[in-house]
């Protein structure tokens, strides 16, 4: 069981009322018929296919279709902030599985962790912790320095503007906010008091209370989020699909699993996908835009004969056109560190937000511990393990729950070892769990040195691909990772943690000598056991210039000899971003839409 699940007869109740609420709330969308060709079409409404067939349907003498695998954003559950765990490994989840891992996850079953990935309308934006995050200015300068031309700081900015509609009191009159765009941007209708100590930790350890969102992120604060001030997630279906979904130019087709695009000449010239069991054909005019994110966009290219070439001969696709599609995976990669506090300090429980008291407040609109996010804070910094960098190469998520997934966690952290319980509270019968009062911090490496691979384990789009992020092959990830356990000591032990009566689990791992548990050798040891993903996967299709032999996409994100295709989601990025990565997709899917409409054809 989840959050909101830890009693089957009150989820039962729960849903039913929440489901007959939000029938009323949204209408049954009405479908459109499909025709044969469209001017533009748009493989996956995620963070970035959403506002970009948003915005090509401005335009009224351009048709647009929106293909997307998953169904409607209809669970009730993507509403409600704090319910965005149950969504993992549901019906909205694509449910990945990664490869066995060699050098992390030694501590999980079969050392392989899920990688959650939203299959609805919205994508991530509907299953995510609503994060709204840009990253360091340093981020997008180097991605310009890397050949992505027209992508720097200042390039990019205007378009998160673009997208803001910021209503966070000291933030609305900065030039770096904007107002009057779709997405909601709020610090979330409830913060628990446990997180406002953890800032005053930061700050006590001598970094200053920032806004993150100023292109220097380095210090403590509150979370920005994409929810409305009515208290439900904004995501990008949400936002941009819902006022455009009435245009006669622009059909939404969920359910379409795209098999491949069509590819003649070395253009683009239609795709296909499947309705069920009923496969369909359409042609396109302009271009197709492939925005199935950093898992799927590789996925879907190599399907269609655009790849490495060896790769698709190996498992029997003819090879259009070679390029390096599915290299240079990255993704944050974090460490759980719980801490217990006293009874009083503000930390939600799972009895608190799975009670009936708590689901009335919420339904009518009063303060509710269901309105939060549960990531209310966050600390940057550089461990200073690397000299001269500009961005900070650790972040610490701090979540004020001790039990995150809720009281039946094993389904979603199976250890491989009943000696590892204790770090996660799986000791703990399930009954006391509800209770429990507790913190977590997760130490995040912002920018690993060890990438990896999307890879197809065959020639059937069904099949889910193999996905090796190879975490921590390289130990400069670990020494960081390391330094991000011991920060978590420090503000544990600052006096504003301590006014909560914070106190980290012993981190002693079971096979090493009970000397020092925050010593190199123990952390490194508890890093590469417990290595979990912080769902923010990029790169597989990189943006670079024409004479990049690491590049997929050029700067106006076209795929390098393919005419009519292009790539706008997360998987274009050159390099992870300095924070969580939904802002800087969405700010990718408004730039690449207007990169189309710039389009001479």
């Not at 292109?215 to 941009?240: L, M």
């Not at 000299?387 to 250890?415: A, C, K, N, R």
Request: aromatic share 8%; charged share 20%.
């Amino acid at each position: 069981m989840g959050l909101l699940d830890f009693s089957p007869a009150l989820m039962s109740a729960s849903a039913a009322t929440l489901a007959v609420i939000y029938m009323y709330l949204y209408k049954l969308k009405p479908k459109k018929p499909l025709n044969p060709s469209y001017d533009y079409i748009v493989i996956g409404a995620g963070s970035a296919g959403c506002v970009v067939a948003a915005r090509l349907s401005e335009d009224p003498t351009k048709t647009v279709l929106l293909l997307e695998a998953g169904p409607e954003a209809d669970d009730h559950r993507i509403n409600v902030p704090a319910a965005s765990p149950t969504l993992q490994q549901s019906d909205v989840d694509w449910n990945y599985q990664i490869k066995p891992q060699e050098h992390a996850c030694h501590g999980i079953k079969d050392n392989s962790i899920k990688w959650p990935r939203g299959k609805v309308l919205g994508g991530c934006s509907s299953v995510n912790a609503m994060i709204y995050m840009r990253g360091h200015k340093a981020d997008y300068d180097s991605w310009e320095k890397l050949g992505a031309v027209g992508w720097g700081w200042d390039d990019v900015l205007p378009y998160f503007l673009k997208s803001e509609n910021n209503t966070i009191p000291n933030q609305v009159s900065s030039p770096y906010h904007g107002a009057g765009g779709p997405l909601t941007v709020t610090e979330r209708p409830y913060t628990c008091d446990v997180s406002l100590q953890f800032v005053k930790a930061g700050v006590e350890l001598g970094y200053n209370e920032v806004d993150f969102n100023t292109g220097n992120n380095i210090g403590f604060g509150r979370t920005n989020t994409t929810i409305t001030e009515k208290a439900q997630r904004c995501d990008t279906s949400r936002a941009f699909l819902e006022p455009a979904r009435s245009r006669p130019n622009l059909t939404i087709v969920p359910n379409a699993h795209v098999t491949k695009i069509v590819i003649e000449n070395k253009k683009a010239v239609g795709v296909q996908f499947l309705m069920g069991k009923e496969a369909k054909s359409v042609t396109v005019t302009k271009e197709v835009v492939l925005s199935a994110g950093a898992i799927g966009s590789p996925q879907i290219l190599m399907l269609s004969g655009i790849g490495p070439k060896s790769h698709l001969e190996d498992i029997g696709i003819d090879c259009i056109h070679d390029l390096p599609v599915g290299d240079n995976l990255q993704d944050h990669n974090g460490i759980q560190v719980r801490a217990d506090v006293d009874t009083d300090s503000g930390a939600l429980t799972i009895a608190e937000m799975g009670s009936i008291v708590t689901m009335a407040k919420y339904l009518f609109g009063a303060q509710s511990v269901l309105s939060t996010n549960g990531v209310e804070a966050c600390g940057f910094y550089q461990t200073k393990v690397e000299d001269d960098i500009e961005w900070p190469d650790m972040q610490i998520h701090f979540v004020s729950t001790f039990y995150i997934t809720g009281d039946d966690e094993e389904q979603f952290i199976p250890l491989s070892n009943k000696k590892f319980y204790p770090f996660f509270g799986h000791d703990v019968p399930k009954r006391q769990r509800l209770s429990r009062e507790g913190v977590t911090f997760i130490p995040t490496l912002l920018h690993p040195r060890s990438n990896g691979t999307i890879r197809l384990k065959s020639s059937n789009p069904h099949d889910p691909p193999i996905i090796d992020p190879r975490y921590f092959k390289d130990d400069h990830d670990v020494k960081v990772m390391v330094e991000g356990v011991r920060m978590c000591k420090r503000l544990a032990e600052t006096d504003a943690m301590k006014s909560k009566g914070t106190q980290i689990v012993n981190l002693q791992m079971p096979e090493l000598p009970e000397d020092d548990e925050f010593s190199d050798e123990n952390l490194s040891a508890y890093c590469r056991h417990f290595c979990c993903t912080i769902y923010h996967p990029v790169g597989t299709c990189k943006m670079g210039a024409a004479d990049d032999n690491t590049a997929v996409v050029d700067p106006q994100l076209r795929v390098h000899g393919i005419d009519g295709l292009r790539v706008i989601d997360a998987s274009v990025m050159p390099h992870l971003t300095s924070g969580n990565t939904n802002a800087p997709t969405i700010m990718i899917g408004e730039k690449g839409a207007d990169l189309l409409k710039d389009e001479v054809y």
